[in-house]
């Protein structure tokens, strides 16, 4: 059975910074391609973050030179650290994982930067 459990939300302050994780068990993690996606309360969820198996990354236009997505392959995690928080980055996140176009997502951690 396929788990992919978030942590690392909270509540912070405009300008700072959290650091999510997402451990995942039952896949072939090396082989799998990792992202980050939000959702915001009355928006459809958005892509933020992927992380190929290979090791390439990709970001939304709004998040890049702030957020910076990584991979631990020996501890099944995938990272995604959050830098310059702003109000707008408020959500709830979510991991996906990608085994070969069998998708699996985590339950979700909140975000939140108050204005």
């Known amino acids: 059975q396929v788990q992919l459990v978030e942590s690392g939300g909270g509540l912070v302050q405009p300008g700072g910074s959290l650091n999510l994780s997402c451990a995942a068990s039952?896949?072939?993690?090396?082989?799998?391609?990792m992202g980050w996606y939000r959702q915001a309360p009355g928006k459809q969820r958005e892509f933020v973050a992927i992380i190929a198996s290979g090791g390439s990354t990709n970001y939304r236009d709004s998040v890049k030179g702030r957020f910076t997505i990584s991979r631990d392959n020996y501890k099944n995690t995938v990272y995604l650290q959050m830098n310059s928080l702003k109000p707008e980055d408020t959500a709830v996140y979510y991991c996906q994982a990608n085994y070969f176009g069998y998708v699996y997502w985590g339950q979700g951690t909140q975000v939140t930067v108050p204005s």
């Open positions: 039952g896949i072939i993690f090396s082989s799998s391609d």
